[in-house]
């Protein structure tokens, strides 16, 4: 079945860090690959996505490439503030049969001043 | 364009009690799934509705249920609850739940069980 591996938290940063969450899937076939960001007290919202190999994914300075030759999606930032302080869950979709979010355990990224 | 909506935020309940909870999709959104978070088990999946009926199941058993109305609103319903079901209910909504559809989550309902 599918699965998404993710780095293991908690990750503590100083502002202006440049940061890194690994991520990496099992699927079947051509998943399309997620990063989603949860803030204190709320739901789930999508930071960015990528559908095929090597499509980069972006969003508010987050970056992540789809690479299907190691079957990972990294989560990288190169300068980091105070309000990327939250919990980040990479999940995967396939592309056929059971069209479900499998996520990973989720990240909690915390930076400081 | 409102968000999806899911009520209530909270619950508490004892055990072996039933609970409901609502989730309002995204309108033109068709497709609604349920996740329920925990601490342990992080997110799983529950179920996805798409026009009325039940497409995807995960791994749960039969307590957890649940229904899609016609104006896509959905309903899911723990019956005899345990401890163990206390957790973060997350509803989304996508247009068709196709692969490549990006799903809207709520806020999500906190369910305590007692």
């Known amino acids: 079945g599918n699965s998404v591996t993710q780095m293991e938290g908690p990750v503590t940063l100083s502002e202006e860090a440049f940061l890194t969450i690994n991520c990496t899937y099992t699927?079947?076939?051509?998943?399309?690959l997620f990063w989603y960001v949860q803030y204190p007290g709320e739901g789930l919202q999508l930071l960015l996505k990528?559908?095929?190999?090597?499509d980069k994914g972006s969003n508010k300075g987050f970056e992540a490439t789809y690479r299907k030759e190691t079957t990972s999606f990294h989560l990288e930032k190169g300068s980091v503030q105070v309000s990327d302080s939250a919990v980040y869950f990479c999940a995967l979709i396939s592309n056929f049969g059971n069209e479900k979010l499998t996520f990973g355990t989720g990240t909690r990224l915390t930076i400081i001043p | 364009k409102a968000g999806v909506t899911q009520t209530p935020r909270y619950l508490i309940k004892t055990r072996g009690q039933q609970v409901t909870l609502s989730c309002s999709p995204i309108?033109?959104?068709?497709?609604v799934s349920w996740y329920q978070q925990t601490p342990g088990q992080g997110l799983q999946f529950l179920f996805e509705y798409f026009s009325e009926t039940q497409r995807n199941k995960g791994n749960f058993p039969g307590r957890f249920s649940g229904r899609q109305f016609s104006n896509s609103r959905s309903e899911m319903n723990v019956s005899t609850l345990e401890l163990g079901d206390s957790a973060l209910y997350l509803c989304?909504?996508?247009?068709?739940?196709?692969?490549?559809?990006?799903?809207?989550f709520g806020p999500g309902t906190r369910l305590t069980v007692l």
């Open positions: 990528a559908t095929k190999a090597d």
């Open positions: 309108s033109g959104h068709r497709s």
């Open positions: 989304a909504s996508s247009l068709v739940g196709g692969p490549g559809d990006e799903q809207f």
């Open positions: 699927a079947t076939g051509y998943p399309s």
